[in-house]
């Protein structure tokens, strides 16, 4: 299947260290998105990186796409304590449907 | 910033009832999604529609959900007859064409007793 995988699935910091959390995905794709999702609630959208792009930036949020590996990672750069949440990568091909990984929890310890 | 809605936050229904997800897209945008996520699980996609029609769906989609979009506005689910295992958060996500980003709503917690 084309599922994104993260890694890994939990991680746990202090506040004001940088949190790298790491994708994989087993088919080629069009599009990688990450997104944000706070306990109980809805994803919001962070980033999309399309296929011919290697890096993305958006504030303190670093992505990285590496279609060689199949794998996208994004980090979080000076973690803050509202940054604790799931975070999923989702792919798609082309066609609408998005398909997502089992998320990365965070913890941003104050 | 414009942003999806969804009613209701939580419906609690009995097992064989009909429910209906209502949710408000984002206004300039022309495809639409319905995804659920079980609790605990990763977010799983239903169906997108385009142009007044179901452009995909998946094999969870059977014959038991439909959607509609029923005026200008709102974009609903509805599941006939729920059955336990329906019991999840259903959002609904809208976008534009170009590059696929999808725009989510806060989600409906379904709870089928």
């Known amino acids: 299947s084309q599922q994104g995988e993260e890694d890994p699935q939990a991680l746990s910091i202090q506040e004001g260290e940088n949190a790298t959390m790491n994708c994989s995905y087993k088919t080629s794709i069009n599009n990688l998105q990450w997104y944000r999702q706070n306990s109980g609630r809805g994803l919001v959208h962070l980033i999309l990186i399309r296929s011919n792009e290697r890096e993305k930036h958006s504030g303190r949020l670093r992505v990285t796409l590496d279609t060689s590996k199949k794998s996208s990672s994004l980090l979080i750069t000076a973690s803050r304590a509202a940054d604790t949440a799931s975070y999923f990568c989702a792919t798609d091909r082309g066609a609408q449907k998005l398909v997502f990984g089992q998320g990365t929890r965070l913890t941003i310890n104050p | 910033e414009p942003e999806v809605t969804q009613t209701p936050s939580h419906q609690v229904t009995q097992m064989g009832q009909e429910v209906i997800l209502r949710c408000v897209p984002i206004s300039n945008h022309l495809y639409f999604y319905w995804y659920r996520q079980i609790l605990g699980q990763k977010v799983e996609f239903l169906v997108s529609?385009?142009?007044?029609?179901?452009?995909?769906k998946s094999e969870i989609f059977d014959d038991q959900f439909s959607v509609e979009r029923p005026d200008g506005s709102n974009f609903t689910l509805k599941i006939r007859s729920t059955k336990l295992e329906d019991s999840a958060m259903y959002f609904c996500?809208?976008?534009?064409?170009?590059?696929?980003?999808?725009?989510f709503g806060p989600g409906t917690r379904l709870t089928v007793l």
């Open positions: 529609f385009y142009n007044n029609e179901i452009s995909e």
């Open positions: 996500a809208s976008g534009t064409r170009g590059y696929n980003e999808q725009f």
